[in-house]
């Protein structure tokens, strides 16, 4: 199943989550976001409805798309985030550097 999902392209570009992204799947997870955004560099918005789980590694592989972002002076958000996905956001304190809607 395709976890990544390009939704928009506009402003921003909206990327819809799905499924489970874990350590087999992130490495995938990475390359075609870091190729989305090579092809078009602004502020990403990862819309997570639909994403049911993540592991460390993804915690760590977002992590990895902030910092490239940040460094091109662009933002990272994350939207629609299920409580219990956004709570190991807030257990690894990533919700103090990372926006959420």
């Known amino acids: 199943m395709q976890q990544v999902k390009l939704v928009s392209a506009d402003e ?14 992130s490495e995938d997870f990475y390359v ?22 993540i592991d ?12 490239q972002l940040k460094a091109d002076g662009n933002r990272l958000i994350l939207s629609n985030m299920r409580p219990r996905i956004k709570k190991l956001f807030e257990i690894c304190a ?6 959420f809607e």
């Open 94 to 99: 990533l919700d103090r550097i990372m926006e």
């Open 12 to 25: 921003k570009l909206v990327v819809a989550l799905l499924g489970e992204i874990d350590s087999a799947t």
């Open 32 to 53: 075609e976001v870091t190729a989305m955004y090579q092809n078009d560099k602004k502020d990403i918005v990862f819309d997570c409805a639909a994403l049911e789980f």
């Open 56 to 67: 460390s590694t993804t915690l760590g592989t977002f992590v990895k798309i902030f910092k």
